[in-house]
């Protein structure tokens, strides 16, 4: 199984901080990654796709880049409602796995 | 607009099993493929398995296999994922989730439904 590590496992930082998540994978996947933001007692929502492409929709201070092994999330100006959990996903490969999952909070 | 509906949350006692069903509506069901995703309490997102409706294939996590089946009615727009065999551990809140290709992203995601394991 293709192992993915997010880090940090938590963070808090001030509304219009510049904030990155990492995910790196313990194999080569390309860019076979997406990102997802869930709220408390909400399903995830899908935030980037293929490493890079935002959803239509998802706010333009939301970006991803990264192949290979390494990628980040990164929220250019952080805003209240950003407080969630992000969740990293390959899906190079069955089983498809998930990261453990960042908690952002706002300070 | 694509929505998929789950099931209602569900209370099984140990070595039960459970059917959680998703029915979805606006747009094409065979055409995508539908995920099992669950998350235990205060836990992160596990993938247990997924169905291409259209040719009927499930593929399952090794960790899940022998004890979950999943299944696709096309007549009704419904998958469904059976998990036999319960234990406390399976205590989660179980998702359905749509993905447009077979190596693609989740766009949509049923509301959850819990189920709990009891004795």
């Known amino acids: 199984d293709i192992h993915m590590t997010q880090s940090p496992s938590s963070l808090s930082a001030s509304v219009g901080d510049r904030v990155t998540i990492t995910c790196q994978a313990n194999?080569?996947?390309?860019?076979?990654l997406n990102w997802y933001q869930q709220k408390p007692g909400k399903a995830p929502q899908l935030l980037i796709y293929?490493?890079?492409n935002l959803e239509t929709g998802v706010p333009s201070r939301f970006s991803g880049s990264g192949s290979g092994t390494d990628f980040s999330l990164t929220v250019s100006s952080l805003q209240p409602e950003d407080t969630a959990i992000y969740y990293c996903?390959?899906?190079?490969?069955?089983?498809?796995?998930f990261g453990g999952g960042t908690k952002v909070e706002i300070k | 607009q694509v929505q998929l509906m789950q099931s209602g949350a569900e209370v099984k006692k140990p070595g039960s099993s459970v059917k959680v069903s998703c029915k979805a509506s606006?747009?094409?069901?065979?055409?995508?493929?539908i995920s099992w995703v669950r998350q235990a309490p205060g836990q992160g997102l596990e993938w247990m398995g997924r169905?291409?409706?259209?040719?009927?294939?499930?593929s399952y996590a090794q960790k899940f296999r022998g004890r979950v089946t999943i299944t696709a009615d096309k007549s009704t727009s419904t998958a469904y994922m059976e998990l036999s065999s319960l234990r406390s551990e399976d205590t989660a809140v179980y998702y359905c989730?749509?993905?447009?290709?077979?190596?693609?992203?989740?766009?949509?995601w049923g509301q959850g439904t819990l189920v709990t394991v009891s004795s």
């Open positions: 606006g747009d094409t069901f065979s055409t995508y493929t």
């Open positions: 169905i291409i409706p259209i040719v009927g294939i499930a």
């Open positions: 194999q080569d996947i390309s860019n076979s």
């Open positions: 293929g490493a890079s």
């Open positions: 989730a749509r993905a447009v290709a077979v190596a693609s992203f989740f766009d949509y």
């Open positions: 996903q390959q899906y190079d490969d069955l089983p498809l796995t």
